[in-house]
């Protein structure tokens, strides 16, 4: 690849360090409706699902979806509303991309109003924030890739993809898009990079830093060091 055009983002644990909140919801819900679970459990379950696929994991455990997630889309918007941080150095690299840009997260729309629309990430995407709201199939079918290609006028072959769970890998390998397997730095799960690698990712990064070095060297234009500060 020569040239980029248009790098799409996923959101939690990409944009926003907002994984740990969504899996604490997540546990608390689903251990108030009796079935106990850890946050880290909850992590390594639900992380990367769409709605649905949340909601049929949540039913395989014998729970009442309707209400778990209600309780949990409750206690996620007070964790909300005490404050989202950016992940460590993305806000300056998005500032200092020549390419187009748009978010591509299987979290709903109200969700990333909720989440990334309290960051000033939000403002830097514009209109360009794109949810499994938009797409019949969320990921990790091609729909939310091709939607956002669609959208940013851009042909698969000058798209990247990032993303920090299998679901967005996937999604990007059905649509033809490269794939960067990006592993945050907050993000505890073990192997993750392994478990990136396995499931198709065409490179894997350890944040902001190695995520400016891989863009450089794959445009072939460089994007200016301090994007990783």
């Known amino acids: 690849m020569t040239r980029i055009d248009l790098v799409i983002f996923d959101c939690d644990g990409v944009l926003i360090d907002s994984e740990p909140l969504g899996a604490q919801a997540l546990a608390e819900a689903i251990s108030a409706a009796g079935h106990p679970m850890t946050q880290q459990t909850a992590e390594e379950m639900f992380s ?43 806000e300056p690299l998005l500032k200092n991309l020549t390419t187009k840009i748009c978010v591509a997260s299987n979290s709903s729309l109200l969700r990333l109003e909720a989440s990334l629309g309290r960051t000033p990430l939000a403002a830097l995407f514009g209109p360009h924030i794109y949810s499994a709201d938009h797409v019949i199939k969320a990921k990790p079918a091609p729909d939310l890739a091709l939607h956002c290609l669609a959208q940013m006028g851009v042909s698969a072959d000058r798209a990247v993809f990032v993303d920090d769970n299998i679901h967005g890998i996937g999604c990007a390998r059905a649509a033809g898009v490269l794939s960067i397997g990006f592993v945050g730095p907050s993000d505890h799960r073990a192997d993750h990079a392994g478990t990136l690698r396995r499931a198709g990712a065409d490179h894997v990064v350890h944040g902001t830093d190695e995520l400016r070095q891989l863009l450089t060297e794959l445009s072939q234009n460089p994007v200016p060091a301090e994007a990783a500060q």
Not at 60 to 76: K, S, T, Y
């Open 48 to 90: 990367g699902s769409g709605r649905v696929q949340t909601g049929a994991l949540i039913k395989a455990l014998g729970l009442a979806v309707d209400a778990v997630l209600a309780d949990a889309d409750q206690r996620l918007g007070a964790l909300f509303a005490k404050g989202v941080q950016p992940v460590a150095g993305i």
